[in-house]
Nanobody, 122 residues
Framework: VQLQASGGGLVQAGGSLRLSCAAS????????MAWFRQAPGKEREFVVA????????QYADFMRHRSVISRDNAKNTVYLQLNNLILDDTAVYYC????????????????WGQGTQVTVSS
């Protein structure tokens, strides 16, 4: 199983990025898919998830109105559109997948990608 995260980069505060998570050997439609992030010196935290059934999204409060998660079943890829980025959004963003539940905010997903760096500058 491989989750290939991409799309990170350096962006000015207020800017946008779209992260991608391309899955192989699993189907994103059969898994809860999520994004987490980890900033330097901090623990990994939940950002957003999309449910296995129905594609419903759950957002962390700090991302609720600044991001959109979506799923392209044909491309077997999950996207995270990040808008109005702030300095505190600087982190490595990881995608994760798990078939055990419909959707989860917990940090115990079975499959993890390698992460993509998002750096927000002032």
């Amino acid at each position: 199983v491989q989750l290939q995260a991409s799309g990170g980069g350096l962006v000015q505060a207020g800017g946008s990025l779209r992260l991608s998570c391309a899955a192989s050997a699993i189907a994103v439609t059969n898994h809860a898919m999520a994004w987490f992030r980890q900033a330097p010196g901090k623990e990994r935290e939940f950002v957003v998830a999309i449910s296995r059934i129905g594609g419903r999204a759950q957002y962390a409060d700090f991302m609720r109105h600044r991001s959109v998660i979506s799923r392209d079943n044909a491309k077997n890829t999950v996207y995270l559109q990040l808008n109005n980025l702030i300095l505190d959004d600087t982190a490595v963003y990881y995608c994760a997948a798990d078939s055990r539940y419909d959707v989860s905010r917990t940090n115990d997903y079975t499959y993890w990608g390698q992460g993509t760096q998002v750096t927000v500058s002032s």
